[in-house]
C-alpha cells in the first residue's frame, strides 16, 4: 500500500479557491480512480465530500470538486468560507487485490 | 435516517484489551461493510480495517495485524473492534464508519460519534 503525500497547511481569504493535493507513492492513486476526500472539522465527526475522485456525495456542498491526473488527487475549495476551515484527508482504496486503504497525512486549511 | 452509536469512553492500563461496540439503525446492518477509524490526539485519521458483517470477513492495516480483531453480532445489529496488547500510543478516538455502496470506493458515511479509549497506568 503506497503513502501519501499530502501539504501540512493551505490557508486563503475570503471567496477565494484553494487546491489541496494528494500524491500517491506508487501506482495505487494512479491505476485506480478511488481516492476519496473528508472533512473533519475540530469536535466534529470526518465527513465525506468527495468519492472516487471527483464525485461529490449528496450533502456535500457543490463548492468542492475532486479531480485527479496520474498519481495526485486534488481537492478544490471555491468561493472559501469560515466555516470551511478544517483538516481534509484524501484516502485511497488499492484495489480489489489488497482490499487496504491508507489515509494521507491531512491538510490544515485557515481561512485568513 | 441511517446512524452508527457508539459505545463510551473507556480507561485501560498498558497491556488490557478494550471491546468498543457501534450500534447500527435506519438500514439492513448485513448490507454494507463497516471500517473503524482512529484519530490520536494531535494526530492524523488511521485506518484501521474493515468488516463485512453479513460474512465476518475481515482485512486489517498492517500495523494492527494480530492486535485487532473485528467481529459482529447480526442480532442487534452491532459491530465490535477489540484492540489488545494496549500501549500509550493507542490512546485516541476511535471511530466507526459505514460503507456508503456497495462499492469499496465510495467512500463512509455516515460515522459513529467516536470513543476515546485512553491507556494509562
Known amino acids: 500500500q503506497s503513502a501519501l503525500t499530502q501539504p501540512a497547511s493551505v490557508s486563503g481569504s475570503p471567496g477565494q479557491s484553494l487546491t489541496i493535493s494528494c500524491t500517491g507513492t506508487?501506482?495505487?492513486?494512479?491505476?485506480?480512480?478511488?481516492v476519496s476526500w473528508y472533512q473533519h472539522q475540530p469536535g466534529k465527526v470526518p465527513k465525506l465530500i468527495i468519492y472516487e475522485a471527483n464525485k461529490r456525495p449528496s450533502g456535500a456542498s457543490s463548492r468542492f470538486s475532486g479531480s485527479q491526473s496520474g498519481n495526485t488527487a486534488s481537492l478544490t475549495i471555491s468561493g472559501l468560507q469560515a466555516e470551511d476551515e478544517a483538516d481534509y484527508y484524501c484516502c485511497s482504496y488499492g484495489g480489489d487485490i489488497t482490499f487496504l486503504y491508507v489515509f494521507g497525512p491531512g491538510t490544515k486549511v485557515t481561512v485568513l | 435516517q441511517v446512524q452508527l452509536v457508539q459505545s463510551g469512553a473507556e480507561v485501560r492500563k498498558p497491556g488490557a484489551s478494550v471491546k468498543v461496540s457501534c450500534k447500527a439503525s435506519g438500514y439492513t446492518f448485513t448490507t454494507s461493510d463497516i471500517n473503524w477509524v482512529r484519530q490520536a490526539t494531535g494526530q492524523g485519521l488511521e485506518w484501521m480495517g474493515w468488516m463485512n458483517p453479513n460474512s465476518g470477513n475481515t482485512v486489517y492495516a498492517q500495523k494492527f495485524q494480530g492486535r485487532v480483531t473485528m467481529t459482529r453480532n447480526t442480532s442487534i445489529s452491532t459491530a465490535y473492534m477489540e484492540l489488545s496488547s494496549l500501549r500509550s500510543e493507542d490512546t485516541a478516538v476511535y471511530f466507526c464508519a459505514k460503507m456508503r455502496g456497495a462499492a469499496y470506493s465510495s467512500g463512509w458515511a455516515p460515522w459513529g460519534q467516536g470513543t476515546l479509549v485512553t491507556v494509562s497506568s
Open positions: 506508487n501506482s495505487d492513486v494512479e491505476n485506480y480512480n478511488l
